[in-house]
């Protein structure tokens, strides 16, 4: 019944931009935060940024900063990550995730994720 499910990736060059989106359904999600995670070939799962459906407790790790931006759209139940200036570096599976902590960075806090979507940035 709980789902989230994530699309919006694709192939695109260096210096472009992407949009991911995270459909949530099958119950209320208004008390969680709301998470982006990114996994590489060989790498573990890493924290991207986390916000909660009021727009605030809102953090990025420092790789994204000023690049990316997570915003939510809470009539229609979805979250975003907006992805500029893209870099190699930034091709992984792309995870979205809702936590009933709010502003966690930490995966083992979150109870639900998607099933992830590709995200490669040529050079």
């Known amino acids: 019944q709980v789902r989230l499910v994530e699309s919006g990736g694709g192939l695109v060059q260096a210096g472009g931009s992407l949009r991911l989106s995270c459909a949530a359904s099958?119950?209320?999600?208004?008390?969680?935060?709301m998470g982006w995670f990114r996994q590489a070939p060989g790498k573990e799962r890493e924290f991207v940024a986390v916000i909660s459906w009021s727009g605030g407790s809102l953090y990025y790790t420092d790789s994204v900063k000023g690049r990316f931006t997570i915003s939510t759209d809470n009539a229609k139940n979805t979250v975003y990550l907006q992805m500029n200036s893209l870099k190699p570096e930034d091709t992984a599976v792309y995870y979205c995730?809702?936590?009933?902590?709010?502003?966690?960075?930490?995966?083992?806090?979150?109870?639900?994720w998607g099933q992830g979507t590709q995200v490669t940035v040529s050079s």
């Open positions: 099958g119950r209320t999600f208004s008390s969680y935060a």
């Open positions: 995730a809702a936590s009933r902590w709010s502003g966690t960075q930490s995966p083992y806090e979150y109870e639900y």
